[in-house]
């Protein structure tokens, strides 16, 4: 296929409430994942790699630490003349309010998308992390004649009270959708990715807006499955989703394992990310590092093991960090003991604090704190 005849949009603010500790001051798509990227890259590099070039940004509320990230969006090769990046800021709803759902988003933003010149129109979350081959989910959805595929996964649910349950035939068909069912253990769950013609979306939306509907599961694609040729498609490769605190700190481990790495950080795929130039990585003359990812312009004075370090972090002589996620500019003073602690931006833990979470409940602390 040359080229790509498909715009993307992306929902920078779905899901915040589920991770409030991460997100009280940020979208979920400009939370700080794997020691140097942003959620918002998974999503923007999927749509780059697949020769996307026209990419919209819908957000709700706290996008400014978002609009730092991408800028012009040229480290995602969407500086352009022609299409480029759009971050398309909050409107007022019919509920007067700035935090509307992703239907009324898309209403909101009909225009941009009327505008547009793409043929197809891909959606996506921003808390979903993958890395997957987007050219080849577009190919699928031609070849099928869908009106609209739908990118899933089979295993446990994520949280969230929108979350789709696909029912399909032996050909990937979508015969039925129920919206989060109580009591499932595994399902094929919908990723809130979405290839639609753009026309089609139009109308879908249009009729939507007259009828006073507002979800988008349930409204745009649970309504519409007898009327529209639905297919899945099975994302392939690494997939997380960002649901919980629990599930943010186990992402973030993964990149622990190598097999994970290289299912996600691909070499013919690479995930674009905003670039810092920054000193590499000092290590002091007792220092310990065991499993871990270290970014670069951080200082390490003592021990790390299995943790994951964001760029200028300093660890003190004598402190021990095990099972942790340390964000920029955190800073760890001598002689501290840390164990499943994720700190936010720019925290001071002073010397000789000991902070001690466990695998199923991990100690957050807060942007900017001083501990």
């Known amino acids: 296929m040359k080229g790509i005849n498909m715009m ?4 920078a603010n779905k899901h915040d409430s589920l991770v409030k500790d991460l997100t009280d001051m940020r979208a979920m798509g400009s939370v700080p994942f794997g020691g140097r990227y942003r959620l918002i890259d998974f999503s923007l590099s999927n749509m780059v790699n697949a020769d996307v070039s026209k990419v919209g940004v819908l957000t709700n509320a706290n996008y400014h630490s978002l609009m730092d990230h991408m800028g012009t969006g040229k ?7 022609q299409g480029g990046l ?14 509307a759902t992703s239907l009324e ?54 949280k969230g009270d929108c979350v789709m349950d696909l029912k399909m035939d032996g050909e990937g068909a979508i015969k039925e959708i129920l919206i989060s069912p109580s009591g499932k253990t595994e399902c094929n769950y919908g990723l809130g990715m979405y290839i639609i013609r753009r026309e089609l979306l139009l109308e879908l939306i249009d009729e939507a807006s007259a009828h006073s509907r507002v979800t988008l599961t349930r409204d745009l694609f ?7 040729k639905m297919y899945g498609y099975e994302v ?7 649901d919980s605190a629990e599930t943010y700190l186990k992402a973030n481990m993964d990149l622990l394992k190598s097999e994970n790495r290289q299912a996600l950080l691909r ?4 995930v674009l990310t905003k ?14 590092v065991k499993n871990s990812l270290i970014a670069d312009g951080s200082v390490v004075e003592g021990t790390v093991e299995n943790s994951v370090i964001f760029r200028n972090v300093k660890i003190g002589k004598g402190a021990v960090v095990k099972n942790c996620v340390l964000m920029q500019g955190t800073q760890i003073g001598d002689n501290a003991r840390l164990e499943y602690v994720c700190a936010d931006k720019n925290v001071t833990i002073g010397e000789g604090r000991e902070l001690k979470g466990s695998e199923t409940y991990q100690v957050f602390i807060k942007k900017a704190a001083k501990v």
């Open 275 to 288: 670039v810092r130039d920054e000193a590499p990585v000092k290590y002091g003359l007792n220092s310990a």
């Open 86 to 99: 759009y971050i398309l800021p909050p409107n007022l709803y019919r509920s007067g309010s700035v935090n």
């Open 267 to 270: 070499r013919d795929y690479p």
């Open 236 to 242: 392939e490769g690494y997939v997380a989703v960002i």
């Open 75 to 81: 480290a995602f090769d969407l500086a352009r003349k």
């Open 105 to 158: 988003q898309l209403i909101s933003v009909r225009n941009f998308i009327s505008n547009s010149v793409q043929e197809y129109v891909y959606l996506c979350d921003a808390d979903v992390v993958s890395n997957f081959n987007l050219k080849k989910m577009l190919r699928k959805h031609v070849s099928s004649g869908a009106d609209i595929t739908v990118g899933y996964r089979y295993g446990k649910p994520p």
């Open 222 to 228: 649970q309504r519409n499955v007898d009327k529209c």
């Open 8 to 11: 993307g949009l992306i929902f």
